[in-house]
């Protein structure tokens, strides 16, 4: 079975009766229902959390093979302690990242990509390989714009 309501319209004073995505009731296809505009829903705190550029760097990672805390923290330039733990945690609450302890003094940890985790490294790849095929588009954009917002402050002064 496939369902799929219409956009809903909003209306206030600036903007009387416009149309807008986040007004959409949940999209049902086939036995999964979501709406992913929604915070409060499941499929938006997967998205949030996998779209979390924490994530997709350990995700990467795993993905070429297992790794213990320590390794991640020294090939993920920039990240805290704090926030790769952090980062580690959800991703195994979600069932992407297993964790494993040897008994060891002190206790080694090992992290690796699990199945259902493996399912999203090729799109968490293919994100990658868009941005390193992408970046000089990106920063003459990114150039574009500054020079934009540069000209126009110029002008309002």
């Not at 979501?34 to 779209?51: A, E, K, Q, W, Y």
């Not at 069932?95 to 990509?113: K, M, Q």
């Not at 390193?132 to 402050?153: F, K, L, P, T």
Request: aromatic letters at 6%.
């Amino acid at each position: 079975m496939e369902t799929i309501r219409k956009e809903g319209t909003f209306g206030d004073a600036d903007h009387p009766g416009e149309t807008t995505l986040t007004d959409r009731p949940p999209l049902l296809l086939g036995n999964r229902l979501g709406d992913s505009f929604n915070p409060s829903c499941p499929t938006r705190m997967v998205l949030d959390r996998i779209g979390d550029k924490w994530a997709v760097l350990v995700l990467i990672l795993l993905e070429a093979g297992p790794r213990r805390f320590n390794q991640l923290r020294r090939e993920i330039q920039g990240i805290s302690q704090k926030m790769l733990a952090q980062t580690l945690r959800s991703l195994e609450r979600d069932g992407l990242v297993s964790r494993r302890a040897f008994a060891t003094v002190p206790v080694t940890v090992e992290y690796a990509i699990t199945p259902l985790g493996r399912t999203l490294a090729e799109t968490v790849d293919a994100l990658r390989i868009w941005a390193e095929s992408h970046i000089g588009e990106v920063a003459a954009a990114q150039r574009a714009y500054d020079r934009r917002q540069e000209e126009e402050a110029a002008q309002a002064a």
